[in-house]
């Protein structure tokens, strides 16, 4: 066979791209696993031929902040994996959406996005872009006729995030993007619940799809990227202004991280919402339980939009608890033996994290616990909320 699979389908398969597409494996001497060019500048034998790649950064290595071949394998695996033409790498997810708005919009312009998106996007709307000239208006998503309210004549991009990370509230993603795409609005996404094995956002009419890579991309809990991913035009608009003038890239080793820690995305991606569910199962049945969110759960008010967009919900979750009795919300996480107390998800550990602990949103349960769901067995992490939950 040839080393590598050089052309793109669109019946590709998830494996042959996540295996095989763009890895150049003829021009590298054919190494299974790609190389690692942690290098920060490329050489050329003659001035001409530097002056002739200086014209053409995009393409062409001649420094790692504009292009550099480890990260340029992975650019190429993730567009495909979400059915785009090109993506672009940045050091961590908030830095590929800051990135991409600063280089798509200008002072006057006027964002409408969901409410509640991930919290320091949040900060970057409410508080930072009103500084330059840029207004954000932040409606309930959960009825796509809001965001046809809140739009303005200088309406330039309607934000969404679907599911949040923290309650799971959903947009009706192909609703928001014909009628944001009737007007020439643009529409941007943050996929990183799904990733785009579970939601292909591109298939259902978004322009720009972005995501945290420092949950299931990457997978082992010891990187921190972004990934932002659209057509031709804007890719070459973010590449000029977000990645060759603010700057915010990914280093080469860790693009080399994601690379390795994307072979087994699907296996482990499968594995955390299997574990999720069997724990969700068990809880729902438990009398201390008040309820489970989880957008695939029976409970859960928006349950047939999910089924209709979404492949599948991932491994994360919110368990909300009935009054405490014997101990607090913080006691019953310190109790738990095979759940670390941190932020962030997507790794090979599971995880908890007091509700309250990350602020007070509008409609957010008292008496909750975000849960995240490892590779762990699931009678391990059902074993051990039995027994917290206990003396609760
Ligand atoms: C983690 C996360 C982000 C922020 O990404 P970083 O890589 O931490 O900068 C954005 N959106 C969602 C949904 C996230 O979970």
Redesign the pocket.
């Known amino acids: 066979m040839a080393l590598t699979l050089k052309k793109r389908s669109k019946d590709m398969k998830t494996s042959s791209i996540i295996n095989h597409y763009g890895e150049e494996r003829e021009t590298y001497l054919g190494p299974v696993a790609p190389p690692l060019f942690q290098t920060s500048n490329f050489c050329f034998r003659s001035a001409k031929e530097l002056r002739k790649a200086l014209h053409n950064e995009f393409s062409e290595p001649v420094y790692s902040r504009g292009n550099n071949p480890t990260v340029a394998i992975l650019r190429k695996k993730v567009a495909a994996l979400e059915g785009m033409s090109d993506c672009l790498v940045f050091a ?6 800051t990135a991409t708005v600063l280089s798509l919009l200008s002072s006057g312009d006027h964002i409408v996005s969901v409410k509640k ?2 919290a ?2 949040g900060y970057f709307f409410s508080e930072m872009l009103p500084r330059f000239g840029i207004g954000v208006s932040m409606v309930d998503g959960r009825d796509p006729g809001n965001f046809m309210k809140a739009i303005r004549p200088e309406t330039k991009l309607i934000y969404l ?1 679907s599911p ?2 923290l309650t799971f509230e959903i947009q009706d993603i192909e609703a928001v993007a014909n009628m944001a795409s009737e007007r020439n609005i643009l529409t941007m996404i ?1 996929n ?2 799904c990733t785009p094995l579970y939601q292909k956002p591109a298939g259902m009419g978004i322009d720009i799809v ?6 299931y991309f990457s997978g082992h809990s010891d990187m ?3 990934l932002v991913c659209s057509n031709d035009e804007i890719i070459q608009k973010v590449f000029v202004s977000g990645m060759m003038a603010l700057g915010g890239i990914i280093s080469p080793h860790d693009a080399w991280l994601m690379l390795r820690g994307l072979r087994t995305m699907p296996l482990r991606l499968e594995k955390s919402r299997q574990n999720a569910e069997a724990l969700i199962r068990f809880l729902e049945g438990h009398a201390r339980v008040e309820r489970v969110i989880y957008p695939f759960s029976e409970s859960f008010p928006q349950r047939e939009l999910a089924a209709k967009q979404m492949k599948g919900a991932n491994g994360l979750f919110t368990v909300v608890l009935k009054e405490p009795g014997k101990k607090s919300i913080d006691r019953l996480c310190e109790s738990l033996e095979h759940f670390l107390l941190a932020v ?3 790794g090979y550990e599971s995880l908890v994290l007091p509700l309250d602990a990350v602020g007070s949103h509008e409609g957010m349960p008292a008496h909750a616990v975000r849960v995240y769901a490892g590779l762990e067995e699931a009678e391990t992490l059902i074993g051990d909320f039995r027994q917290a939950l206990d003396d609760y």
Request: negative net charge; charged residues 10%; aromatic residues 14%.
């Open positions: 961590s997810g908030s830095a590929a959406v998106p991930y320091w996007v995030e949040n990370s943050d990183t619940y972005v995501h945290s890579a420092s949950k921190v990227a972004g962030s998800w997507g």
